[in-house]
């Protein structure tokens, strides 16, 4: 089955501008060579720490940032090299729903508004067409229709983020990129947002890329996995065999850090060592190497070489080819 | 989505949510103004604000009111407040011999009524002359004040006469100095009075006659209307001054903010939202504009343009749009990376309607501040220019800073018409930082609730 | 074994007066923490749990808040009745706080050591850079500024550069910042002396909440209140930091609050447990048992609603609580999470519960659930 979303080898550095003449002296290597394809009707997730890129590769999939190179083909096209009219009719199709419920919603404009706004940017609906489809939305997202009129700082937290989620939804897109959607939320509406989006999904179809941080939410909502660290993709895997069987030492010690709401099962954790390296000069060879328990142990040449991703077969990939 | 295929989903809020937001139906302006009502220093300026406003709009009103217009060659100069026109004059006994004196010293267009005691029908109106002046009567030192009316007690109370015997001219006037000239009602083209009336109830008005040899009308005859605020050098009433400066000054405000305003916006908002070269080159031309030395060059071109009020609008845009730019321009930078540009630029919106619909709304707290303030900023650089004697040319504008140019030469002695007019700018501008302030605190912090 | 109460808050009310109304953040609550033991205090946005620990503290902005009742015994000493200089003693000394935030805790002008150091200082007499060492070292400077035109000479060389290094090392040798260095070596931050001259921006996340960590522990404090100290960290830095804070726990025997929202942090750290809602505790005892029975619909709800990284996916929809957190200025009548409650009866809407003892368990709910309970 033809992928919905494939990424090839995106890569996105941000300059850093120093000297007198303002030259790049460095990049942040936000996303570095990553690679992987979504189904139609499947949520991947992308996690990671911070600085790991994958709100820069969520972001850059949707041309919220331009790619320094690589390339994503949406249904086949290429949308990296789109421009102008095609590149917005293609934004129809992928949208985003952000993490911050407050600040994704301009606090001077009615929700109505906010939500109606796809409509009116791509010229869709006419004035009394779109005040009935945003009713529509706003009901299936459950918030009362009768409220498009008030602004986003009367809502809670978790209704502003339906807010967001009406608008992501209001041009029907096929795929969309949730970037932390319950992360800013109540631990009391976290589970009231994320069977919203489940919910959506079997609904109107629609394909995930979920990008968080938070592994107990992922473990939940995915259908495939990809653990990111400083900018690359290290594991990738379908979702309950990375947590049953995880691979990568770095996704081993994530699921290891994650802590478990059950006294009785208290941890004994082995500890990662140190601070997430600056993305800006990441370390030679496997990037995790330096926080590597096994490396520390074992000696493994893991400073030297490239470390892309190796099938381990049914559909589990992993880019440390000396641990399993 | 049809309505067919919306399977709903269970509404999954809470029914008594509808409590927890039916407290307040909170718009922009109604927030603003319930936190801007807690400002009494801001609701004073917006009082004073407005008051200025509406003075500047009724000046022609004055005319009426006062009975003064704005410009009339009045021969009542320099008068304290709540006085009444007329004529002091100290005459002193030796210049009655001198007509010429007289009239270098005490000016000419000095009329007085001359009245007979014995006589009544002896009355008119005159000008000293040649006769008068040379009649060796007249001896001794008189201090004359021909006020216009009063009472005719007051009147002769304040005269002193012991004998004097007049003479009566060919004309058959008697030279007995009563009383100065009365209500000014009715003005030609160049403000000349030509009514008059006397000081003291004319047994019959016939026996009164004008310069021009009307006579008056009953209800001409009465008292001067007072002069509230005194007058300045050249006799114009001053608080109808005041109002018709305060045209000129709000009028040279608003428009040069609004004007500043605009390009500054505009610009800056480009400037900020495009950021990289369009941002540098624009910083680049503030540069130039903060280099280059605005106002003096103004100064002195002020003179070839004879002082005309657009130009000074011009002047005071083109050296002020800089502010503005500014400040919008950093605001955009900032507000460019909030969440929601992010996300309008994710729905596929162009640049410009994120620039117009999205940021600028959300940058309106310092540019409406800016703006409010920049007011009164705008009326001391002009009232400045004008006491310098740069301004708008004050013989045909009436602005404050003009009249406060005039009253400079003799503050010392009548302080009131530089007073008046100082205390005017000081109002205004005032009003105008009290609003500023008062908006400032009203608009930020955002709330959040 | 009953370890001993050193910190007994009674019926503690907290009021916050806006123009917009009377914000009850902390109502009626009432908690103890043991020697050595450490509370966890959940409950999410709004429900109260740092304006309690705030209050303990005495750091309550007196407009709008005010603490308008109960009494806060540490060590049988009423907090609430003692003078403000007193206060202070305490405050860093016997209870200290970190807070969510290390970015905006530390202040950026100045260097850690500093930071730490003041505590040192303040509370433990140690001397820091005072005047004596400032003069010291201007004198050290200007010597050695005066040596330099004789630098031809060898032994001034010699002389200088010693003195250079010493004037280096002055401020390091300073006894508050001896202390400080063992202390950023006892939270695990290597290299100490050198990170002593840091600033915070020169600092990542982790290591900044060690620090935090550090100037909290530098006076042993008895009780050590973590304001969702790691909120704002990645998941791995989060494990040493807790990990850190446990160690410290069993080193020093130090109690700690732990206020968060996460349960399965809470989980993990706390001997007991205080829930809080709107302002309100609505169940408090033990973690093992609170987490196995939960009473409270609340809890229930809370426990049952997170997913979890443990167990493997489940098809159906994740449970939920229904509603919102309630509007502080407009509480419901009665129960306070009756609107959301889906065991609510006819007297919770009407009148509020009262804190109930079961089985060492206290809870605030008409209808709690028991074992075998739905």
Known sequence: MKPLLEVKNLKKYFPIYGGVFSRVVANVKAVDDVSFSILDGETLSLVGESGSGKTTCGKSILRLYNATSGSVLFDGQDVMAMQGERLRKMRRQMQLIFQDPYGSLNPRLPVGEIIGEPLVVHNLATAKEREEQVMEIMEIVGLRPEYLHRYPHEFSGGQRQRIGIARALILQPKFIVCDEPVSALDVSIQSQVINLLQDLQEKFKLTYLFVAHDMAVVRHMSTRVAVMYLGKIVELAPGEELFTNPMHPYTKALLDAVPIPDPEKKKQRSLLEGDIPSPINPPRGCRFHTRCEYFARNKFPCQEGNYDLVDVGGGHFTACPYVK | ?449 | MEKEVILDVKNLRTYFYTSDGVVPAVEDVSIQIHKGETLGIVGESGCGKSQTMLSVMRLIQEPPGKIVSGEILFHGENLLKIPVNKMRRIRGANISMIFQEPMTSLNPVYQVGDQIAESLTLHQGLRGWDLGYRVKSWGMFWTWLGMLPFSFLAPVRENARNLKKKLSRLKVETPAWQRTAELLKDVGISDAERRLSNYPFEMSGGMRQRVMIAMAMSCNPEILIADEATTALDVTIQAQILELMKALKRKYGMAIALITHNLAVVAEMSDNIAVMYAGKIVEYGDAMSLFKTPMHPYTWGLLHSIPRVDEPRTDGKLPTIEGMVPNPYNLPVGCKFHPRCFRATQKCKEIEPTLDTVNGRQVRCWNMITEGGN
């Open chain 2, 1 to 449: 989505m049809t309505k067919k295929d919306s399977k709903k989903i269970t509404v999954i809020d809470n029914p008594n949510e509808a409590e927890i937001l039916s407290s307040a139906d909170y718009s922009f302006f109604s927030m603003l103004w319930s936190r801007f009502r807690r400002h009494k220093l801001a609701i004073v300026g917006l009082i004073l604000m407005t008051m200025m406003i509406i003075l500047a709009i009724i000046a022609p009103l004055f005319d009426i009111i006062t009975g003064y217009p704005e410009k009339h060659t009045g021969l009542d100069k320099k008068m304290p407040p709540f006085s009444r026109p007329g004529v002091t004059v100290n005459i002193k006994a030796d210049d009655w011999q001198n007509p010429e004196k007289w009239k270098s010293e005490y000016g000419s267009g000095y009329k007085f009524w001359f009245t007979n005691d014995e006589d009544p029908t002896l009355t008119g109106y005159g000008e000293p002359n040649t006769n008068t002046l040379n009649n060796p009567k007249y001896r001794e030192y008189y201090d004359f004040n021909l006020k216009p009316f009063g009472s005719i007690d007051l009147l002769q109370k304040e005269v002193v006469f012991d004998d004097i015997t007049l003479e009566q001219e060919d004309k058959g006037y008697s030279e007995f100095f009563t009383g100065g000239y009365a209500r000014i009602k009715r003005y030609n083209q160049t403000g000349e009075i030509i009514t008059y009336a006397p000081p003291f109830e004319a047994p019959d008005t016939s026996l009164v006659k004008t310069t021009t040899g009307e006579t008056p009308r009953e209800d001409d005859l009465g008292p001067a209307p007072m002069h509230v605020l005194g007058t300045d050098g050249s006799g114009h009433d001053i608080l109808v001054r005041l109002a018709w400066g305060a045209r000129i000054s709000l009028i040279i405000a608003i428009s040069v903010v609004l004007l500043t305003a605009f390009i500054g916006i505009v610009l800056g908002a480009l400037a900020g939202f495009n950021g990289a070269f369009v941002d540098a080159l624009f910083m680049r031309v503030i540069e130039l504009m903060y280099s280059i030395p605005m106002l003096p060059i103004y100064m002195v071109l002020s003179k070839f343009m004879g002082g005309s009020l657009l130009f000074l609008i011009l002047i005071f845009t083109v050296t002020g749009w800089t502010g503005m730019a500014r400040m919008t321009r950093n605001y955009f930078l900032s507000l460019k990376k909030q969440e929601y540009a992010e996300a309008a630029r994710a729905i596929g919106a162009s640049p410009a309607r994120i620039m117009f619909k999205h940021l600028l709304p959300n940058s309106l707290t310092p540019i409406i501040v800016g703006m409010t303030l920049s007011i009164g900023g705008i009326i001391i650089s002009e009232s400045s220019l004008s006491f310098l004697g740069f301004g708008i040319n004050p013989i045909t504008t009436t602005t404050w800073g003009g009249m406060l140019y005039e009253a400079n030469g003799y503050i010392m002695d009548q302080p009131w018409p530089a007073v008046f007019s100082g205390l005017m700018i000081f109002i205004t501008v005032l009003a105008s930082n009290f609003l500023g302030d008062g908006l400032r605190d009203a608009l930020d912090p955002r709330m959040k609730v």
